[in-house]
């Protein structure tokens, strides 16, 4: 079961357990990636923006509601982190985010 893997990597991490994070790292790269990705529209971008993602969730474990599936978090910790990045980025020649948001499904 997916919401009993999550509980168990989590608290894995909360324990700083490396493996844990490992592990939530595997089983939800992909996923997060595709939405950077689709979010900020350029690779290198979205390559550093989930690393963030992983990063910023594992600093913020003690906002991750017990008994809730972790992915729908992990996609709010991304889209938020993108947002930020893109609020960023606004001021600079350069931008790799593509205006407004697409509706972003699962």
């Known amino acids: 079961m997916a919401a009993d893997e999550d509980r168990r990597l989590i608290l894995l991490c909360r324990n700083g357990d490396e493996e844990g ?3 939530l790292m595997n089983l939800y790269e992909k996923y997060v990636y595709a939405l950077r990705r689709r979010l ?3 690779r ?3 390559l550093n923006l989930t690393q963030e993602t992983f990063i910023g969730s594992c600093r913020n ?3 991750f509601q017990r008994g809730r599936p972790c992915k729908p978090w992990l996609r709010q910790v991304a889209i938020r982190l993108c947002l930020n990045h893109c609020a960023m980025e606004a001021g600079s020649r350069r931008s790799s985010c ?3 948001f697409p ?3 699962d």
């Open 21 to 23: 994070y490992r592990e």
């Open 40 to 42: 900020s529209g350029n």
């Open 44 to 46: 290198d971008d979205a």
């Open 61 to 63: 474990l003690d906002r």
């Open 98 to 100: 593509p205006g407004a």
């Open 103 to 105: 509706h972003i499904n």
